[in-house]
């Protein structure tokens, strides 16, 4: 493997550098060499290596099937299905056929009633639980394969950018590189946040939270336990992701080890807590983890015979952001840019984002050499609209912690986003196999909402904005949690953006797997009733998921 002391190039001069070699940087970096732009993919470690951000949602699997197709990487393709990355990637990843959510009070009985699940349609069933490691490193050597040139166990300390010359960096062993860009996707110690001090300070953020995470084995299916008999979800709990909720955080278990073919026994489990609930001192981890259990015994039980395999990883708050991540010669993306928390997956789908918005323009600059700030401009906007987006949802969903009635509530409206975000990808990308035409992918980006899963609906932005509103009333104290969570869900029984015949407004509608006979519903309400914006997206996507399904996508 290339590292720091092995051979270079004839010169020292690339298109594009890229600091970070995991998902984001290993990505961008295939589909821009795979596109004639000479890339330096830098970075302080090497392959393979632990990292989290290991649940995917269908807008993640669906952006990854378009770029492989738009950027001409067919190497992508097997990454966007768990059957794909099984077969062709790593036989190391779980699956993931749900989002299960169960409540909990501490010292208590877990109510069999106080349960959330959304199941992926069995129709795609493309989600996975990734084993990082094996991913980040299949993407490091495909950008190598294409001809990116790689820098591994290779710091940089100092950066310098001239908007009509391009950016010069220098590592800790004294080489200088040249680009005419630098794309910094490392992280919270991004070399250009703190060169250029772009560090928001204080953070924007309302989110509070903080964590502590590894890998174990020997944890337990949760279906088996005694708190989970009188369950009726519709898919069993260790078929998906986990999340256990409680007043002030919750607790993720994503198994590597929940089908047939895996060889995997590990098992990735992370505590994520209100540092203002539950504040961090000085005992290890896994005492505090023990600790946490002994308050929680239901979910103990899942953990009884279960140990670590690797050193916690204890944070202080998570939450950081950038008060501008687009400049002269260089964009901040993924965890350089800011990061909220875990909840929800959307990690992955917002690094894809932003990928998938700046591989065309850094290849377009390569060939036309018009590297403005004005052409990358949008993915300034975009990026603070999916940190925004997703600081409110996740926000809310703390505030609804503490009372599982607006829990109920403030999870329909993620539910909603993460099945409607996908339609929007899902009709795209059906429009552009269908006629080769890149401009339909542009299209994409022309949006009064740039972050918002359905930015074309100007109810979905309403309930989203309302949702927030409320539960920032409840963190006041001006609003009781149930008043805030009836008003939540009479929003949704009278909007326009969903079915029906869904019941989402329900307040029983605990939990949602789309049926034969609830799709068929939708495509009459898609047809009849559904508004222009909403009805024909989803009838494409319909035919685009139903198209990968008899080619065995």
């Known amino acids: 493997m290339q590292n720091s002391h092995g051979a270079q190039s004839r010169t020292n001069t690339y298109d594009v550098a890229i600091l970070g070699s995991g998902m984001a940087g290993g990505m961008l970096g295939a589909v821009l060499a795979r596109n004639g732009v000479r890339v330096l993919l830098i970075d302080a470690g090497t392959h393979p290596r632990f990292a989290v951000g290991e649940s995917?949602?269908?807008?993640?699997?669906?952006?990854?099937?378009?770029?492989?197709?738009?950027?001409?990487?067919?190497?992508?393709?097997?990454?966007?299905?768990?059957?794909?990355?099984?077969?062709?990637?790593?036989?190391?990843?779980?699956?993931?056929?749900?989002?299960?959510?169960?409540?909990?009070?501490?010292?208590?009985?877990?109510?069999?009633?106080?349960i959330n699940q959304l199941v992926v349609p069995s129709a795609i069933r493309t989600e996975t639980h990734l084993f990082r490691q094996d991913i980040d490193s299949y993407l490091f050597h495909v950008a190598v394969k294409y001809g990116a040139e790689p820098l591994l166990n290779t710091r940089i300390t100092d950066v310098d950018i001239d908007p009509d010359s391009g950016v010069v960096l220098r590592t800790e062993q004294g080489r200088e590189f040249r680009a005419g860009y630098v794309v910094d996707g490392s992280g919270f110690r991004s070399p250009l946040a703190e060169k250029f001090a772009l560090r928001e300070t204080p953070t924007s953020a309302r989110t509070?939270?903080?964590?502590?995470?590894?890998?174990?084995?020997?944890?337990?299916?949760?279906?088996?336990?005694p708190a989970a008999q009188r369950h009726d979800q519709p898919n069993p709990w260790h078929h998906g992701t986990l999340h256990h909720v409680f007043d002030g955080g919750w607790l993720w278990v994503i198994p590597f080890d929940n089908h047939a073919d895996s060889l995997n026994?590990?098992?990735?489990?992370?505590?994520?807590?209100?540092?203002?609930?539950?504040?961090?001192?000085?005992?290890?981890?896994?005492?505090?983890?023990?600790?946490?259990?002994?308050?929680?015994?239901?979910?103990?039980?899942?953990?009884?015979?279960?140990?670590?395999?690797?050193?916690?990883?204890?944070?202080?708050?998570?939450?950081?952001?950038?008060?501008?991540?687009?400049?002269?010669?260089?964009?901040?993306?993924?965890?350089?840019?800011?990061?909220?928390?875990?909840?929800?997956?959307?990690?992955?789908?917002?690094?894809?984002e932003v990928v998938n918005a700046l591989g065309w323009r850094l290849i377009a600059a390569t060939r036309d050499g018009d590297w403005s700030t004005e052409r990358f401009a949008y993915l300034e906007t975009l990026q603070q609209g999916l940190f925004g987006f997703h600081d409110d949802l996740v926000f809310s969903s703390f505030v609804g912690f503490r009372d599982y009635e607006l829990w109920n509530a403030v999870n329909?409206?993620?539910m909603l986003g993460t099945m409607l975000g996908n339609v929007m990808l899902e009709d795209a990308y059906y429009r552009f196999t269908r006629s080769g035409n890149a401009e339909i992918l542009r299209g994409l980006e022309d949006s009064a909402h740039p972050g918002s899963p359905l930015p074309v609906s100007p109810g979905f932005t309403a309930m989203s904005a309302l949702t927030?509103?409320?539960?920032?009333?409840?963190e006041e104290g001006s609003l009781a949690p149930r008043e805030a969570a009836g008003r939540i869900l009479s929003v949704i029984r009278e909007a326009d953006f969903i079915a029906p015949s869904f019941r989402l407004g329900h307040r029983d509608s605990r939990c949602f797997a789309m049926s034969p006979a609830k799709m068929a519903k939708n495509a009459v309400w898609a047809r009849r009733d559904a508004p222009p914006e909403i009805g024909s997206r989803m009838i494409n996507a319909s035919k685009g998921l139903v198209r990968m399904r008899l080619m065995g996508g």
């Open 56 to 114: 995917t949602i269908p807008y993640t699997s669906g952006m990854t099937r378009l770029i492989a197709d738009r950027y001409g990487v067919p190497e992508l393709k097997p990454l966007s299905s768990h059957k794909g990355i099984s077969r062709q990637v790593s036989r190391y990843c779980g699956q993931k056929q749900n989002f299960g959510f169960v409540y909990h009070r501490a010292g208590e009985r877990q109510d069999p009633k106080e």
């Open 208 to 225: 509070h939270s903080r964590t502590l995470f590894t890998h174990m084995i020997g944890v337990r299916p949760f279906d088996r336990a």
């Open 265 to 352: 026994p590990l098992c990735s489990v992370g505590l994520t807590l209100d540092p203002r609930v539950f504040p961090k001192d000085d005992a290890p981890a896994q005492l505090e983890f023990d600790a946490f259990l002994r308050r929680f015994p239901q979910i103990e039980w899942q953990f009884h015979d279960a140990r670590a395999v690797r050193p916690w990883v204890s944070t202080g708050r998570l939450q950081y952001s950038a008060k501008q991540v687009v400049g002269d010669r260089f964009c901040l993306t993924s965890h350089a840019a800011g990061f909220i928390d875990a909840l929800y997956s959307r990690g992955l789908t917002n690094t894809l």
């Open 412 to 414: 329909r409206t993620w």
């Open 468 to 474: 927030r509103d409320l539960c920032v009333q409840v």
